[in-house]
């Protein structure tokens, strides 16, 4: 992935220093996200749309591909608790989709999690994350999941990374909605005094 075709996507390789810890914590955190929202919760996943589709010209450039090659789109929501908390937008090119990502496409209601962190062939971008415009795919990705109840794309904070395999590419975009922030530092006060009574 080239990192300034990244950049020219809105996406940047930096948080911005004017987040809380919280938000700068979970636009970084490393491993499988939806790992790190099970410890918050039961954790529910609904898939909003699986489609083949040509891509925008910014996300063409990310991975590197024309914007119209085919790709396999998959966009799904999770909740915790019932409270919807993260959007996520991932593709790769079709004919992937059927050889090196076949099992893309048979993850129904499971999370991607499950067919990326077992395997050695797999290497993992870093991250890059941004605050949503009304222009951005993610954002038309969140109005196509919460419908009538769209927050506005400014409020949305969101990170991303490509997944490579065998020279393939997955990219993984993730947007965290503005009922996740609450939850999270919520459980982040409370490890806070778990540390601290620990400590005593």
Same mark, same amino acid.
């Given at each position: 992935?080239?990192?300034?075709?990244?950049?020219?996507?809105?996406?940047?390789?930096? $948080?911005?220093? !004017?987040? %809380? #810890?919280?938000?700068?914590?979970?636009? &970084?955190?490393? /491993?499988a996200?939806t790992?790190?929202? =099970?410890?918050?919760?039961?954790?529910?996943?609904?898939?909003?749309?699986?489609?083949?589709?040509?891509?925008?010209p910014?996300?063409?450039?990310?991975?590197?591909?024309?914007?119209?090659?085919?790709?396999?789109?998959?966009?799904?929501?999770m909740?915790?608790?019932?409270?919807?908390?993260? $959007?996520?937008? !991932?593709? %790769? #090119?079709?004919?992937?989709?059927?050889? &090196?990502w076949? /099992?893309?496409?048979?993850?129904?209601? =499971?999370?991607?999690?499950?067919?990326?962190?077992?395997?050695?062939?797999?290497?993992?971008?870093?991250?890059?994350?941004?605050?949503?415009?009304r222009?951005?795919p993610?954002?038309?990705?969140?109005?196509?999941?919460?419908?009538?109840?769209?927050?506005?794309?400014?409020?949305?904070?969101?990170?991303?990374?490509?997944?490579?395999?065998r020279?393939?590419?997955?990219?993984?975009?993730?947007?965290?909605?503005?009922?996740?922030?609450?939850?999270?530092?919520?459980?982040?006060?409370?490890?806070?005094?778990?540390?601290?009574?620990?400590?005593?």
């Open positions: 992935m080239d990192p300034e075709a990244v950049r020219r996507g809105d996406w940047r390789e930096f $948080v911005p220093p !004017s987040l %809380t #810890p919280v938000q700068k914590y979970w636009l &970084r955190r490393p /491993g996200l790992v790190g929202l =099970r410890a918050m919760g039961r954790v529910d996943l609904s898939v909003i749309g699986e489609y083949a589709a040509g891509l925008t910014r996300e063409a450039r990310i991975v590197g591909h024309p914007c119209a090659r085919p790709m396999h789109i998959r966009e799904i929501l909740s915790i608790d019932g409270v919807d908390s993260v $959007v996520a937008r !991932s593709f %790769t #090119p079709r004919d992937a989709a059927f050889s &090196r076949r /099992g893309m496409r048979a993850l129904n209601r =499971r999370p991607l999690a499950d067919m990326l962190y077992n395997d050695i062939d797999i290497m993992r971008s870093q991250f890059f994350t941004c605050r949503l415009r222009t951005h993610l954002y038309r990705t969140v109005r196509r999941a919460l419908r009538g109840d769209t927050p506005a794309a400014h409020e949305l904070l969101a990170r991303c990374s490509v997944f490579w395999r020279g393939s590419p997955l990219m993984v975009a993730e947007c965290f909605l503005p009922a996740f922030w609450p939850l999270a530092a919520k459980i982040g006060s409370r490890r806070h005094a778990s540390d601290a009574d620990a400590r005593r």
